[in-house]
C-alpha cells in the first residue's frame, strides 16, 4: 500500500495489537510442546501458563541416546533414515516434475495437455485412502515393498502432481525471450533448458523442493505400516511410537517433535524469502 | 483383543497398519534364506520382555548345536497382516508369538497347524499338563489345540500403599466411602482411576454383573439388557459421587497414580514398567462389584506360540514351541520378562511365588474370563465404547445409547451385499473400449488432428516419463481403488457386487436420510467444516498479511518469522498438542476458561464444541498460508492506484473494498479452491484431534471413508465407493465454485 | 559476412497470417532495417530468420545453404533480444563467454575473446556483475556483446533500444552504427521507430501487415515513397494527406485551400477530374510571406497553393509546426520559430510547395501515381 496512505495514528498500535494476538495464537501451543518437553514430571493438572515445573534436559536425552535392541545408535540411524528419503523423494518429485511442468508452461497446447491437466487436478481431489492399498499391491509387484526406495515412490505420488501445478506457473513466468537467446548462441532445445531456464527458476525449484522434503519429512502414517524394524524407522515413526493409548510418554513425544521440526523450520526459514514468489507463480490453477 | 492391543498407539497407525501391510515385508523375509538348521521366529515383545524372549532363545540355541533362530520383532500394529501375506507365501516364520483371540482368524486363513503334538512333548504334573487350564482352554478351537501357550495377560487393581494404608484389598463401596467422606485424601486425588469409557475396561464390572459384550456361544452382540443398564449406572454412580474422575483416558492414568492422585488404578502388566519406584504399591485382584457380591472379571488374554503352516523347519518349530512352555524358559520369561507364564510348575517356586506383582496378576487372571475368539467380536468395541461414552456422558440417554450402540454393531456386520455376475460390468468396459479404439483411429485419420500431433512432438519429449510414472503411481492404484468400490466383504476377501454398496450409501441402508452417520449428514458436516475453515483462513490471512504490508510498520520481519510458524511445524504434532490442550482435566484451555471463571468445558462431549476445537486446530494450521498467498499478491498490486483512488477521494475502506479485494481475487482464488479440497479431505486434524467425537458426530467424508476401511473389518469396498462418492462431490464443488466465480468476475468489469 | 535470401515465406498462426509472402535479399555486409508499425510481421520474420519459428511456405538462404528448417543453433546467427534476454544466473563474462562455450571453443580462445568485446564495448568493470545489478543500457551493451563475441555470420536485432531512455537511445543508436562499420558484418534490424529505421539502414524494408511494402535506401524510399502507407510512416511529423481531383489543365490537383503542382515527369499527363491523394511532407512547404499575415491574406492576390487557417501553433524552439484544416484533412506545416514570425490562432497561412515535393497516390489502392501512366 501507498506510503502516503499512514492512516490515522491508532492505526499504527491497533495494528501491533492484532499482530501480537496472532503471535500470541500461533506460538502458544509450540510453547505448550517445549513445556512439556522441558517438564521432567507430568501432573494430571490443567494450566495455563506453558512452563515446566521442574525443567531437566531428560527427555531429549532419551530420545537422542536411544540405543537399539544390538545396540546402534537409533537416533543417529532414524535420522539417516529421514534424510535419506526425504532428500530422495524431493529429488524424485522435482525430477519427474520439472520437464513436464515445463512443457505444460512452453507447450500449453500439445495434444493432451488439456485432458492431463484436468486429470492430474482430478486425482488431488480423489482421497488417498482408496488408492493406498492397490498402491501397496503394486509396489509388492515391483519388489519395492519395505524398502527406502518403496517409501520415496509412495511419497512421489503425492509430491509430483503438487510439484507439477507448482512449477508449470513458475515456468510461465519466465521468459521466452531466455530460451531462444540460447537456442540462438548455439543450444539445442534441451541444453537451453538445464543451462538457462532451470537456473533461473532456482527459487521456484528450491520451494518445491521444500515442500516435497517436509511432506516426506513430517509423514508418519504410510512409514510407520511400511517399516518394521526400529532402525530402519524415520523419525517421526520413531517419535509417534512414545504416545500410545495407555503409556503416553508425552514429554518424549515433545522432545521428539522439537528435534524433528527444527530442521524443516531452518530449511523453511531459509527460503522463507522465496516462499512468497514461489507460491504465488506457482498459482495452482487448472 | 489383546492387552497389549490396547497399546495401539496413535490409533492411525494401528488399523492402516493392519491393512496395508497384508503385501509387505517379503523382501526382507526373503533375504534370509533358510539354512537347514534355522529357525525363523516373530514376536511382537519390546523391551524388557523382548530381552527375557531372546535369552530364552539362546538357550534353546545352547542345548542344540548347530541350530540357529532368527528373531523378528514386528511392531504389534503391522503384525497380523505381515503374517498373513507372508506364511501363505513361503515368507513367514515357523514359529510365531501372538494373543489367542487370532485363533479363528488364522484358521480361516490357514496360516497355523495343529500344535497337538508341541503340547504333548510339553511335561506333566500329576493332575494333567504343567499349564494353566484355562490357558489350554484359550486355545482349544474345533476339537484341536493350535498353539502353546505361554503367559496370561489381563487387568488388576494396583493400590497406592501411600494412600490406602489399610490392610486388604478395597471394595468399591470402601473406594465410595472415602470419596463421601473426602478427609483422608489430598485434594485433586480419587479413590479409584481408570479408563471407564473404554470396553475393554468396562467389561470387568460387566462381567461382574453377570452380563456380557459379546455372546460366543450365539456369536452375537450381547452389551445390551439388565446388565448392561446396571454397569452403567454403577459407573455413573461413581462419577456422580467422585470416586471416580471424569473423562480419563488410557494415558492419563499413569500420570494420576505416579504422582499420588489416584488411590487405586485399574491397569494392566504395562503399568509396572512406567511406575518404577515412583510409588509404594501392590498389586490385587480387581474389587466386588458391591459388598458380598461378585467380583469384577477382566478379560484374559493369553499369548500362544503358534506352528506357522508352510514353516521351512516344522519339527524344529514344534520342538521350539515346547522349550518356550518348559520351566527352564518359563523362569526366564518371569523373572526377566515380568510374565504370566502360564506354565504352572514354576509358581510352586520361592522366587515367583514371593513376587507379589506378577503372584497377583496371576489370582487376577484366574478370577477373569477368557476372551472368546469369535470373529464377529473384533466388531464389537467399537459400537460398546460409543455406548458408554454416550452413556457416561449423558446419563438421561443411557437406554438410547444402548440401543445405538446395538444399532451400530447391526450395521457394521450386516450382511454383504450379495455376489452378483460381473459381467454386464466387463461388457460395459469392452464396449467403451471399443468405442474408444474406434474413436482414436477416426480421429488419427484427421489431417488436422496429425499435424496438431506433428507440432506436439517436442513437448511429449518433455512429458513422457512423467505420463508414465504418474498413470503407473497415481491413476492406475486410483482406478483399482475406484474399481473396489463395486466389491464388497470383510478382511481383504473381495467379491463382485456391482452398485450395491452405492445403492446402501446413497439410501442410507434403508434408515432416515439424516440420522447420525448417514452419507448426507457427514456431507453435511463436511461443508460445514470446509467453509468454516476456508472463512477463517482467508479473513485472518488477508487481515494479518494487509497489516504486515502497511509500509512503515514496525518489527515486521520478526512477526512474519512468528506468524508462519505454524506452517513449519509437522501437522501431526500440533494437531496432538491441540488435542491435549483441548482435555477436560489437563488441557491448557479449560484451565484459560478456570482463570477467566468460567466452568471447565468437556471439549469433545458435545458436537458444538468439538466442532470448535477442530477448527480452531485447523485454521491454526492454515492461516499462514493464505496470509503468504496474500503477501505476495498485495505486493504486485501497483501503487499507484491507491494513490490515483486517494486522489479521487477513496477512503481507506473504499480503496481496500475496491481496490484491494478485487485485485487480490485472481491470486487468491486458486489458493482458495486449492484449500478448499485440501480442507475437504483434511485427515490428520479430524481424526487427531476429536476422533470423530462425540459418537461420530465431527466426522467428515474422508475420516468415515476410513473407518469403514481400517476399523470395520476392512470393507475396502464400502470405503472405496465413499471414496468415489467423495471425488464426484469435490468434482461437482469445485465446478460450480468455479462457475459462481467466474459469473461474478464477468458481472464484476 | 554472409548473404541471406528468403523467397515467398509464408507463416500462419491460427486463422491469422502472419507473413504473406516475403522476398528479400540481404547482401554481405549490408545494414537492413526491418521497419513498420506493430503487427506487420517483422519480429516474426525476424525470428523466422532466426529459426526460432518454422515458415509454412518459402525457403530461407544462408550464403547459398537452405537453412530453412535448421534449427538456430546450426545457422550461426546471433540476436539482441527487446529484452535483452541475458541468463540471470550467469556473470557478464559468462554471458559473454556462453555461445563459446556450447560451441566447445577452448578457455583461452573464449578468454580472449570476452576481453576483446569487453574493452570494444566498454564493459570491462561489469564482467563479474549479475544482470540485476546493472542499469537497462548496462544490460544492453551486455546483450550486444553477447551477440559479438560469437562473432556469427548474422546479427539479427529485434527493437533493441525500446527499452532505453531518448538520451541514451540516440547514442547507442550511433554506437550500433560504428559498430557495423568496424565489424562489417551483416546486420538485420527490426524497429518500429523510423528515426532508427532513417539513420541506420542500408537497407530499408518496410513491412505493413505481413508483407514488403517497400524497400530500397533509406533517403530514396524517403524521398519516393512507394505508397501513402509508406509515406505517413517515415517522417515526423507525418505527410499531409488530402483527398483532391487534377485539375482542368492536369497541371495541378486543387482541393479547398489547396493547388498543388504536379510535376510531369513523374506523374505523366493525368487525366482530368481524376481522384487523387496529394500528400505533402511539413517540411516540404515554405510560407509566402507577402500575402500570409496576422489579420488574413488579401483574396484573389497572387496564386498561393496552400491556405491554412491557423488553429494550434506547436514551437519546438528551432521550428514550429501549424497545424490547420486543408481540404477536409488536418494539415500541418513546419514555419520559422522565430517570435515575430510566428503565426497565431486564426491567422491565415498562405503556403507554396515545390512539385518535385507533391506525392501524388490513388485513393483506391494508396499506391504511389509515380509512373502511373
Not at chain 1, 44 to 53: E, K, N
Not at chain 1, 141 to 163: C, E, I, N, W
Not at chain 2, 178 to 189: D, Y
Not at chain 2, 345 to 350: C, K
Request: proline share 6%; with cysteine; hydrophobic share 50%.
Amino acid at each position: 500500500m501507498s506510503a502516503s496512505r499512514k492512516g490515522p495514528a491508532w492505526l499504527e498500535p491497533l495494528s501491533h495489537l492484532v499482530l501480537l494476538a496472532a503471535v500470541a495464537f500461533a506460538l502458544y501451543p509450540v510453547l505448550w510442546v517445549v513445556s512439556l518437553a522441558l517438564d521432567g514430571v507430568q501432573r494430571p493438572v490443567a494450566r495455563a501458563i506453558p512452563w515446566p515445573d521442574s525443567p531437566s534436559l531428560d527427555n531429549f536425552r532419551a530420545i537422542l541416546f536411544a540405543r537399539g535392541s544390538s545396540g546402534e545408535w537409533l537416533f543417529v540411524r532414524q535420522l539417516t533414515n529421514s534424510i535419506v528419503i526425504s532428500a530422495a523423494t524431493a529429488l524424485t518429485a522435482i525430477g519427474i516434475a520439472t520437464p513436464a511442468a515445463y512443457a505444460l508452461a512452453r507447450f500449453p497446447d500439445f495434444v493432451g495437455a488439456k485432458g492431463g491437466t484436468k486429470a492430474l487436478l482430478a486425482t488431488q481431489m480423489f482421497p488417498g485412502v482408496a488408492s493406498a492399498v492397490p498402491l501397496y499391491m503394486l509396489l509388492d509387484k515391483l519388489r519395492l515393498l519395505d524398502t527406502r526406495s518403496g517409501l520415496v515412490l509412495v511419497y512421489a505420488t503425492t509430491a509430483v502432481p503438487f510439484a507439477i501445478f507448482q512449477l508449470r506457473g513458475a515456468f510461465e513466468t519466465i521468459p521466452k525471450d531466455l530460451e531462444e537467446a540460447a537456442m540462438v548462441d548455439g543450444a539445442t532445445r534441451f541444453q537451453a533448458f538445464i543451462k538457462v531456464v532451470l537456473p533461473a527458476a532456482r527459487p521456484a525449484l528450491a520451494v518445491t523442493a521444500l515442500f516435497a522434503f517436509m511432506s516426506a519429512w513430517n509423514e508418519f502414517i504410510l512409514a510407520a505400516t511400511f517399516l518394521s524394524r526400529e532402525s530402519a524407522f524415520t523419525l517421526p515413526v520413531a517419535l509417534q511410537r512414545h504416545v500410545g493409548e495407555f503409556d503416553a510418554a508425552w514429554g518424549k513425544f515433545a522432545a521428539g517433535s522439537i528435534i524433528v521440526s527444527v530442521p524443516v523450520m531452518a530449511l523453511f526459514y531459509a527460503l522463507q524469502k522465496n516462499l512468497v514468489g514461489g507460491l504465488t507463480s506457482g498459482g495452482v490453477k487448472g | 483383543m489383546n492387552a497389549r492391543a490396547l497399546r495401539w498407539t496413535l490409533a492411525a497407525r494401528a488399523r492402516l497398519a493392519l491393512a496395508l501391510l497384508s503385501w509387505l515385508v517379503l523382501i526382507v523375509c526373503a533375504g534370509e534364506a533358510q539354512a537347514q538348521r534355522t529357525i525363523t521366529v516373530w514376536h511382537p515383545y519390546r523391551g524388557a520382555e523382548q530381552r527375557a524372549f531372546d535369552q530364552v532363545l539362546r538357550a534353546f540355541e545352547r542345548d542344540r548345536p548347530g541350530v540357529s533362530v532368527q528373531t523378528l520383532a514386528v511392531p504389534f500394529d503391522a503384525y497380523a497382516a505381515k503374517l498373513e501375506a507372508a506364511i501363505p507365501r513361503g515368507n513367514g516364520p515357523d514359529l510365531f508369538v501372538d494373543a489367542h483371540e487370532r485363533i479363528p482368524s488364522y484358521l480361516a486363513r490357514r496360516i497355523i497347524v495343529s500344535a497337538e503334538s508341541a503340547i504333548a512333548a510339553v511335561p506333566r504334573t500329576s493332575d494333567g499338563l504343567d499349564l494353566e487350564p484355562i490357558a489350554l482352554e484359550a486355545v482349544q478351537a474345533n476339537g484341536e489345540r493350535y498353539g502353546v501357550p505361554l503367559s496370561l495377560k489381563c487387568l488388576a487393581l494396583f493400590v497406592d500403599e501411600e494412600l490406602w494404608e489399610r490392610a486388604g484389598r478395597p471394595s468399591l463401596d470402601s473406594l465410595a466411602s472415602i470419596a463421601a467422606a473426602r478427609t483422608s485424601l489430598p485434594t485433586g486425588a480419587y479413590p479409584l482411576v481408570y479408563y471407564a469409557s473404554n470396553a475393554y475396561f468396562h467389561s470387568a464390572i460387566l462381567h461382574g454383573l453377570g452380563g456380557q459384550l459379546f455372546d460366543p456361544q450365539r456369536g452375537a452382540y450381547a452389551f445390551e439388557g439388565p446388565a448392561a443398564l446396571e454397569s452403567l449406572a454403577l459407573v455413573q454412580r461413581l462419577l456422580a459421587d467422585r470416586v471416580i474422575p471424569p473423562e480419563v483416558d488410557g494415558a492419563s492414568v499413569t500420570p494420576y497414580f505416579r504422582s499420588g492422585r489416584a488411590m487405586t488404578v485399574i491397569s494392566g502388566p504395562w503399568l509396572v514398567g512406567e511406575l518404577g519406584d515412583a510409588r509404594r504399591y501392590r498389586v490385587a485382584v480387581l474389587p466386588r462389584v458391591r459388598e458380598g457380591g461378585r467380583a469384577m472379571s477382566p478379560f484374559v488374554t493369553v499369548e500362544v506360540a503358534f506352528l506357522a503352516s508352510n514353516a521351512h523347519a516344522p519339527g524344529l518349530a514344534a520342538e521350539l514351541a515346547t522349550f518356550l512352555a518348559s520351566p527352564e524358559a518359563a523362569r526366564l520369561r518371569a523373572s526377566v520378562g515380568r510374565q504370566v507364564v502360564a506354565t504352572r510348575s514354576v509358581w510352586s517356586e520361592a522366587e515367583l511365588a514371593n513376587d507379589p506383582v506378577l503372584a497377583a496378576f496371576r489370582r487376577a487372571a484366574n478370577a477373569g474370563r477368557v476372551m472368546p475368539t469369535h470373529n464377529n467380536m473384533r466388531l464389537s468395541w467399537e459400537p460398546a465404547n460409543q455406548a458408554i461414552r454416550r452413556a457416561l456422558r449423558d446419563p438421561q440417554a443411557t437406554r438410547v445409547a444402548v440401543e445405538q450402540g446395538r444399532r451400530r454393531y447391526d450395521d457394521a456386520s450386516r450382511p454383504l451385499p450379495a455376489k452378483r455376475s460381473a459381467l454386464p460390468l466387463q461388457l460395459t468396459l469392452g464396449a467403451l473400449a471399443l468405442a474408444l479404439a474406434f474413436r482414436s483411429v477416426q480421429r488419427a485419420r484427421d489431417p488436422e488432428f496429425r499435424a496438431a500431433v506433428k507440432r506436439s512432438v517436442p513437448a511429449y519429449a518433455y512429458v513422457t516419463h512423467a505420463v508414465v510414472i504418474v498413470a503407473l503411481l497415481v491413476v492406475l492404484p486410483l482406478v483399482l481403488g475406484a474399481t473396489t468400490s463395486l466389491y464388497a466383504g470383510r478382511d481383504g476377501a473381495l467379491e463382485y457386487v456391482g452398485g450395491a454398496n452405492y445403492w446402501d450409501i446413497i439410501t442410507a441402508r434403508g434408515g432416515s436420510l439424516f440420522a447420525s452417520g448417514t452419507f448426507y449428514t457427514v456431507l453435511l458436516v463436511t461443508v460445514l467444516w470446509t467453509i468454516a475453515n476456508l472463512t477463517l483462513h482467508v479473513s485472518i490471512g488477508v487481515v494479518l498479511a494487509i497489516i504486515l504490508s502497511r509500509p512503515l510498520l514496525k518489527l515486521r520481519a520478526i512477526y512474519r518469522v512468528l506468524l508462519i510458524i505454524p506452517w513449519a511445524v509437522p501437522s501431526y504434532v500440533t494437531a496432538l498438542a491441540w488435542k491435549g490442550m483441548f482435555h477436560r482435566q489437563t488441557g491448557a484451555m479449560n484451565a484459560i476458561l478456570a482463570a477467566l471463571g468460567v466452568e471447565p468445558i468437556s471439549w469433545f462431549a458435545q458436537f458444538s464444541t468439538a466442532f470448535t476445537a477442530n477448527v480452531v486446530t485447523n485454521t491454526w494450521l492454515g492461516f499462514p498460508f493464505m496470509m503468504v498467498v496474500t503477501i505476495g499478491a498485495l505486493a504486485a498490486i501497483p501503487k499507484d492506484l491507491y494513490e490515483a483512488a486517494e486522489v479521487d477521494g477513496a477512503t481507506p475502506w473504499q480503496q481496500f473494498r475496491h481496490i484491494t479485494l478485487p485485485l487480490l481475487r485472481p491470486t487468491l482464488l486458486p489458493a482458495v479452491s486449492m484449500g478448499a479440497v485440501w480442507t475437504f479431505n483434511q485427515f490428520n486434524v479430524i481424526f487427531l484431534v476429536s476422533g470423530g467425537e462425540p459418537d461420530g458426530a465431527t466426522e467428515i467424508l474422508v475420516t468415515e471413508a476410513y473407518r469403514w476401511a481400517f476399523t470395520r473389518q476392512a470393507q475396502y469396498g464400502y470405503a472405496a465407493a465413499y471414496a468415489v462418492l467423495i471425488f464426484g462431490v469435490l468434482v461437482l464443488g469445485t465446478r460450480l465454485l468455479e462457475r459462481l466465480t467466474l459469473g461474478k468476475q464477468g458481472g464484476g468489469k | 559476412m554472409a548473404t541471406l535470401s528468403l523467397r515467398s515465406i509464408r507463416k500462419v498462426l491460427g486463422a491469422n497470417a502472419i507473413l504473406k509472402g516475403i522476398d528479400l535479399d540481404v547482401q554481405s555486409g549490408a545494414f537492413v532495417v526491418l521497419v513498420g508499425p506493430s503487427g506487420c510481421g517483422k519480429s516474426t520474420l525476424l525470428r523466422t530468420i532466426a529459426g526460432l519459428e518454422t515458415p509454412d511456405e518459402g525457403s530461407i538462404k544462408l550464403d547459398d545453404k537452405d537453412v530453412t528448417r535448421a534449427e538456430p543453433r546450426e545457422r550461426d546467427i546471433a540476436m539482441v533480444f527487446q529484452s535483452y534476454a541475458l541468463y540471470p544466473h550467469l556473470t557478464v563474462r559468462d554471458n559473454l563467454a556462453f555461445g563459446l562455450r556450447l560451441r566447445g571453443e577452448s578457455e583461452s580462445k573464449i578468454k580472449a575473446r570476452v576481453d576483446e568485446v569487453s574493452q570494444m564495448l566498454g564493459l570491462g568493470a561489469l564482467l563479474d556483475r549479475l544482470p540485476k545489478d546493472m542499469s537497462g543500457g548496462q544490460r544492453q551493451r551486455v546483450a550486444m556483446g553477447r551477440a559479438i563475441a560469437r562473432r556469427p555470420k548474422l546479427f539479427l536485432f529485434d527493437e533493441p533500444l525500446s527499452n532505453l531512455d531518448a538520451a541514451l537511445r540516440n547514442q547507442v543508436r550511433i554506437e550500433i552504427k560504428k559498430l557495423h562499420a568496424s565489424l562489417g558484418a551483416t546486420m538485420i534490424y527490426v524497429t518500429h521507430d523510423q528515426v532508427e529505421a532513417m539513420t541506420l539502414a542500408d537497407q530499408l524494408v518496410v513491412l505493413n501487415s505481413g508483407k514488403v511494402e517497400q524497400k530500397g535506401p533509406p533517403l530514396e524510399v524517403y524521398a519516393r515513397p512507394a505508397s501513402k502507407f509508406v509515406a505517413g510512416f517515415l517522417g515526423s511529423p507525418s505527410m499531409n494527406f488530402t483527398d483532391a481531383v487534377v485539375s482542368d489543365d492536369s497541371t495541378s490537383a486543387v482541393a479547398t485551400g489547396l493547388r498543388a503542382p504536379i510535376d510531369r515527369q513523374r506523374f505523366g499527363a493525368l487525366e482530368r477530374g481524376r481522384k487523387v491523394i496529394v500528400g505533402i511532407r511539413p517540411h516540404d512547404v515554405t510560407v509566402r510571406k507577402g500575402e500570409s499575415s496576422a489579420h488574413g491574406y488579401r483574396d484573389g492576390a497572387a496564386p498561393t497553393e496552400i491556405i491554412v487557417s491557423v488553429e494550434v501553433v506547436e514551437a519546438m524552439g528551432f521550428e514550429a509546426y501549424a497545424h490547420g484544416p486543408v481540404g477536409g484533412a488536418p494539415f500541418v506545416a513546419r514555419v520559422e520559430a522565430t517570435a515575430d514570425a510566428l503565426p497565431r490562432r486564426g491567422d491565415k497561412l498562405a503556403l507554396s510547395v515545390e512539385p518535385a515535393h507533391v506525392h501524388l497516390f490513388d485513393p483506391e489502392s494508396g499506391r504511389s501515381l509515380e509512373g502511373a501512366s
